[in-house]
């Protein structure tokens, strides 16, 4: 009996054996067929929306890993390659830029129509660089991706079905780790951005946070401010202290509460949080895991993802708020430097003034300061420079009688030239003027044959 039970016993083993090669091989055979099914898809896209000069080209050529960016005009095609390391898969992510430029709005169309929608995630960049404009900028690209949704032809399942998500992804945001506790652990609960009270195991049924995508627009949306490194220069040249910083992170974070979007604060130069940003889009696009937790300690190297934020810990910043508190006006608190207008706004325009007003003004100020009745006349001038350059001695009433006089009426004339009275600049034209500047052109003449003379005679003598 005992052997035979030894016997029923190993052909039981065997057949467990064969069941469990079986279960192998079917097992195997299932993964396969998954990974097929899932395999990245090929037709996801972000769309990179900001002002003039805030570093979108540049950023996504970081996420590229190129290293000469070539900016681009109106739209902008680029792609990015994703590579799934688990699954041994890669796909190409396409990257719409869009130009600065408001005019340029209606090429939206080609980049967020109905069929990419459902597959698409915006990207809206501001720069470190302008910290007065960023929260004007973000609310701006904003309203038009807003007016540019509204527009397209989307069924209101489909509106009602994207925003539905959104909501989805931020009730069941876990931190980086609790991925991996059991469903039943309270672990998971208390990672969650949701209200202590709630117990409720449904997510659809549980409300979002205060001030948490009040404006749903069915998009995934990522905010980064690029060009952090230049906080050291605001500090340095503008006075900007660590509470303008504050209220300025916490002015953004409460529009990425708004819209249920992402932050992150990022530097090309200096390569803070590029890899991050890359990694983080992977997981929000394709589902690929992302480790790292939200950072708030570096002021310039910012990352909070989306769900993990909340007015509670936004209110953390407003401790260090001494000069201004958290409602006040953005652009009362951070002011654009007067340095920073153009030049030439500040330049004021040169008028000439009128000749013979300038004249006439010069005339009675002579007239009024003169301490004899006749001071040297330009004339004068000019025969004592001559007698200089010719090594010869001219008396002050030298010169052939009547010639002083002469140039003096024609320099005179120049100051009474215009009277102001209708009928002055037809007596300009009269006999006499003319004969005035023919007797002063002769005189000028004399004296330049006169300056030469002594020139010839030493060129002779030698």
């Known amino acids: 009996m005992e052997t035979n039970g030894q016997a029923n016993g190993l052909k039981s ?3 467990e054996n064969g069941d469990g090669k079986d279960n192998l091989w079917s097992a195997i055979l299932e993964e396969v067929q998954n990974q097929g099914n899932t395999k990245l898809p090929s037709n996801k896209n972000v769309l990179v929306l900001g002002d003039n000069e805030t570093g979108k080209t540049t950023l996504i050529a970081k996420l590229q890993g190129v ?8 739209l902008e095609y680029a792609y990015i390659d994703v590579r799934d390391e688990y699954r041994d898969d890669h796909t190409r992510l396409s990257v719409w830029v869009l130009d600065g430029d408001p005019g340029h709005t209606n090429l939206l169309k080609f980049a967020l ?10 990207l809206l960049t501001v720069a470190m660089t302008t910290p007065w404009g960023i929260l004007d900028q973000l609310q701006s690209w ?15 399942e489909q509106r009602l079905d994207s925003k539905k998500v959104q909501t989805q992804k931020w009730q069941r945001y876990m931190e980086p780790g609790d991925e991996l506790e059991p469903a039943a652990s309270p672990m998971k609960r208390s990672s969650r951005n949701l209200a202590d009270e709630l117990a409720n195991d449904d997510d659809d049924d549980v409300p979002l946070p205060e001030a948490v995508l009040t404006t749903n627009l069915g998009l995934d949306i990522v905010v980064v401010v690029t060009k952090t490194d230049y906080m050291s220069t605001l500090e340095k040249e503008h006075d900007y202290r660590d509470e303008h910083f504050d209220f300025m992170q916490q002015w953004i974070r409460r529009f990425c509460l708004q819209y249920g979007a992402a932050l992150f604060y990022t530097s090309s ?17 394709y589902g690929l895991p992302f480790r790292t937790p939200a950072l708030i300690v570096e002021k310039d190297a910012v990352l909070i ?9 936004i209110s953390i910043l407003y401790e260090n708020m001494q000069s ?12 654009q430097p007067a340095t920073r207008k153009s030049g030439g706004l500040r330049e004021a325009e040169v008028c000439a003034e009128d000749e013979q007003a300038f004249l006439q003004r010069q005339l009675a100020a002579l007239q009024a300061g003169a301490p004899a009745p006749r001071a040297d006349s330009p004339l004068r001038t000019a025969q ?12 002050m009433g030298g010169g052939t009688p009547g010639n002083e006089g002469v140039l003096a009426n024609f320099f005179n004339s120049l100051l009474y030239k215009k009277t102001g009275s209708p009928g002055a600049r037809a007596a300009d034209a009269s006999p006499a003027a003319a004969a005035a500047r023919s007797d002063a052109a002769a005189e000028l003449d004399r004296l330049t044959r006169a300056k030469r003379a002594p020139l010839d005679l030493n060129a002779s003598d030698c």
Request: proline fraction near 6%; charge should be positive.
């Open 384 to 395: 004592r420079t001559a007698a200089q350059l010719d090594g010869t001695k001219i008396s």
């Open 142 to 156: 904003a309203s038009v991706l807003g007016d540019h949704i509204d527009k397209l032809d989307l069924s209101p």
């Open 305 to 313: 993802p989306a769900g993990w934020d909340s007015m509670k810990k």
């Open 67 to 74: 290293e000469d960016p070539k900016k681009g005009s109106a």
């Open 324 to 335: 201004c508190k958290p409602d006040d006006y953005y652009r009362d608190i951070i002011v």
């Open 113 to 122: 129509n109905e069929d990419t929608f459902p597959h698409t995630l915006v």
């Open 269 to 285: 130069k200096e390569d803070k949080n590029c890899d991050l940003l890359y990694k983080y889009l992977t997981h929000r696009i």
């Open 13 to 15: 083993r065997k057949k």
